[in-house]
């Protein structure tokens, strides 16, 4: 059995996995996201083997539902589980930490492979794959800030900074934790982690999937 967390706000439900930061889909309804979370099986596991675990999902059960909020509802997770506020032991810590690299170095990937222009939605919208890229380094950085990692902003393109940033996130996230937020105001370990790599994770597959 494999847990699942259900976040439901608006018309979004968000199926999440907390074993596997990043695994995460966000759908109309409970069904309809987890669903989406066994079809995207394959593409996670590209994520587990690059951070040396073996991913095998078996039967996917709904363990807990969350009532979201106004992020939720703009398809953003944003509520903690009640397994999140628990501690997290160095070994946990760095095996999320792993996936966590291991989605970045994907996006490196992904961003100097796939083209630059990307295919447009049914209305014309959506950003190409440089654009792609800047966001999700600045969100990063604003991330970063909840668990005290604070960083100027700097160029897409700037290789070092972007490794100092990530370094000291890595550094941070890879400790033992008491399951209390990292800073006053911010997030624990176990909720940074997930929403990190839920955003790197999403925009890789939205870069793939939008290829022209």
Known sequence: MTDIFVELGGKKAIAWSLEWPGWCRIRRNEQEAVQALIETEARYQLIAQRAGLDFAPDDLVVVERLPGDANTAWGVPSVLASAETRPIDATTAQRHV???????????????????????????????????????????????????????????????????????????????????????????????????????????????????
């Not at 972007?162 to 000291?168: F, N, W």
């Open 98 to 212: 792993a996936l966590l690299r291991a989605s970045w170095d994907r996006l490196e990937e992904v961003v100097a492979t796939e083209p630059s222009e990307l295919r447009k939605g049914p209305r014309g919208g959506g950003r190409d794959r440089d654009e792609i890229w800047r966001h999700v380094i600045e969100a990063e950085r604003a991330y970063a800030r909840k668990i005290w990692v604070r960083h100027k902003p700097f160029e897409i393109n700037d290789k070092s900074a972007l490794k100092a940033m990530r370094e000291e996130i890595a550094a941070v996230l890879s400790k033992l934790s008491t399951g209390e937020p990292l800073v006053s105001g911010g997030w624990n370990a176990s909720y940074a982690v997930r929403r990190m790599a839920w955003h790197v994770v999403d925009h890789i597959w939205e870069i793939e999937d939008r290829r022209s």
